[in-house]
């Protein structure tokens, strides 16, 4: 059993880190948590594969916390933020936990930054009893009551990014390299059928299981092929074990990399020279110059100082998470379980992406295509 202790807070005094224990007295029953402030489950990974994300995450969904705070809150109340581990590493799954504190009302909402194989198990726990957003890229369908999900999805991201490599720069052969689980296999079926369109051909694919430490094996397949780019769907720590080994190979001088999951916390631990020739797709990146991420910049820095964790998408969504959820309450507070992802163009919320008044829902934001610049992503194009 871990620590019954609450630990320390992280950031802001609003969040705080929830362990397992904590959801039960001394006896053993499940305890009881006073509704004063209005509390949100933010689910990351902090620990495993995709753990890097989690600082990002946080601090992210800490800045609309504190904007929501100088109102009127969520629901008039305060809001809080209470960090659970949604890794799938985690000793303790987080379906338990989110049950538990579900039962004694612990949490208000959830908002969740997670791969798709946690929200497939939690839309099974959850079951409308609380609104569920869910904020990260992901392969697209999910129209569960009460669940809200706000990510790019294959058809705005991936296509659009292939169309521009197939067509304006005249790549034909493709490796698939992802991990084992929904997203990355069903983004690929995605990518495969458009890549028939463009009469591209695949000539590797290939699913790995989470937590490899040694891609050198994997890179040398791919060597042994005809590929022009490799569509990398590998997350977190995962990917930058891959694309270590890709700049040590010095395969950015046969092939580029393109994935809509690598953002700029992966940069940095890849390191600069092994991120030549290395793409992405998304309608967020840390760089971005609209005025809307000028002003979310400028709130990021002056609570978490200059020596933040570095601006992301992965991370930007769950302050957007937090946004959306703040939205959705004060337009469906009585009604928001028989809502769900389709219903998400209607509500109007505080968006860096540029998607923030009713009818101009989530899945309006503009993507762009950047290439990776050191530490940073620089923008090409608008797709």
């Known amino acids: 059993m871990l620590d019954a202790s609450i630990a320390s807070s992280i950031g802001p005094s609003s969040s705080k880190m929830i362990v397992p224990s904590e959801v039960r007295d001394i006896d053993g029953k499940l305890a009881d948590f006073p509704r004063v402030t209005f509390r949100i489950g933010l689910l990351i990974p902090m620990c495993g594969s995709a753990g890097l994300w989690a600082p990002s995450c946080i601090s992210s969904a800490q800045v609309a916390v504190a904007q929501l705070n100088e109102s009127n809150g969520i629901c008039g ?4 933020l209470i960090m659970i581990d949604s890794a799938l590493e985690a000793q303790t799954p987080v379906e ?9 009302g612990a949490i208000d909402a959830i908002v969740g930054m997670h791969i798709s194989a946690v929200r497939q198990n939690l839309s099974k726990i959850v079951r409308q009893r609380v609104p569920y957003i869910y904020t990260p890229l ?16 294959p058809d705005r991201q991936l296509g659009p990014a292939l169309e521009h490599f197939c067509t304006d720069m005249k790549i034909k052969n493709w490796a698939l390299v992802g991990n084992d689980y929904v997203w ?9 059928e458009k890549l028939s369109q463009m009469s591209a051909d695949i000539c590797f694919e290939r699913y790995m299981p989470f937590g490899i430490s040694d891609m050198s094996g994997l890179v040398a397949e791919i060597a042994q092929t005809n590929a022009d780019a490799v569509l990398l769907s590998l997350v977190g720590q995962d990917a930058v074990t891959f694309n270590r080994a890709f700049g040590a190979a010095g395969m950015h001088d046969r092939m580029i990399r393109f994935s809509c999951a690598i953002e700029e916390n992966s940069l940095l631990a890849s390191g600069a020279d092994n991120l030549k020739e290395l793409y992405s797709a998304s309608s967020y ?6 005025s809307q991420n000028n002003s979310f910049r400028e709130r990021y820095y002056a609570i978490h100082g200059e020596t ?23 337009a469906h507070k009585e009604d928001w379980h028989q809502k769900d992802s389709r219903s998400t163009g209607a509500i109007s919320f505080d968006s860096v992406r540029c998607c923030n ?26 797709l």
Not at 138 to 153: L, P, V
Not at 184 to 192: E, Q
Not at 285 to 290: H, N, V
């Open 184 to 192: 990355p296999r069903s983004s690929n079926t995605y990518a495969t």
């Open 96 to 104: 338990e936990v989110i049950n538990s504190l579900i039962e004694i």
């Open 285 to 290: 990146f840390g760089s971005l110059a609209t």
């Open 138 to 153: 992901y392969e697209g369908g999910e129209n569960t009551k009460g669940i809200f999900a706000i990510g790019d999805t």
């Open 357 to 382: 008044r009713s009818g101009q829902g989530p899945g309006t934001a503009p993507i762009y295509l950047a290439k990776a610049d050191g530490a940073l992503f620089d923008i090409i194009k608008k």
């Open 308 to 330: 933040a964790p570095v601006l992301n998408a992965l991370g930007q969504s769950t302050y957007e998470g937090v946004q959306f959820l703040a939205g959705l309450m004060a």
């Open 77 to 80: 109340r305060p809001v809080e």
